[in-house]
């Protein structure tokens, strides 16, 4: 059974809305567009949401595109976007736009991004030689490397 991790939020601007799930086992919460943001082509815009969040100590909320809205070309450029346990700023989605035509209007409430809660394990990086890290079968084959053609 998954343990319940909570999550204290905070609405900056009476329109926002809090993240929810789209089914009961969904991995995110729909994170939506506290205002109608255009976003040109080829251009990032940071999108407001009107949220703070006060994520667990060990623990990262990782923001993702939704599916959706990149089929169409509006896409996060850094992929996963992290908040980390100790930010306390304002929530916002850095969006780009890369589809047809010269912009996209994010609507005002439009679901724009998922959040997921992760564990973050601590960890300790130790310095060694070499020979310590060990061999694998894949070495040091990289980009591509374990794909098939």
Known sequence: ???EVEVKIFRTH???VLPERASEHAAG???RALEETVVSFRSSVMVPTGLKVAIPE???GQIRARSSLGKKGLILPHSIGTIDSDYRGDLFVLM?????GDSYVIEKGERIAQMVIAPIPKARFREVDLE???QTKRGEGGF???GRF
């Not at 780009?96 to 047809?100: L, N, R």
Request: no cysteine; hydrophobic share 30%.
């Open 1 to 3: 059974m998954r343990r």
């Open 14 to 16: 009476n329109d926002a």
């Open 29 to 31: 919460w729909d994170i």
């Open 58 to 60: 060990g623990y990262e």
């Open 96 to 100: 780009t736009w890369i589809g047809e």
């Open 132 to 134: 310590h890290l060990g």
């Open 144 to 146: 591509g490397s374990t």
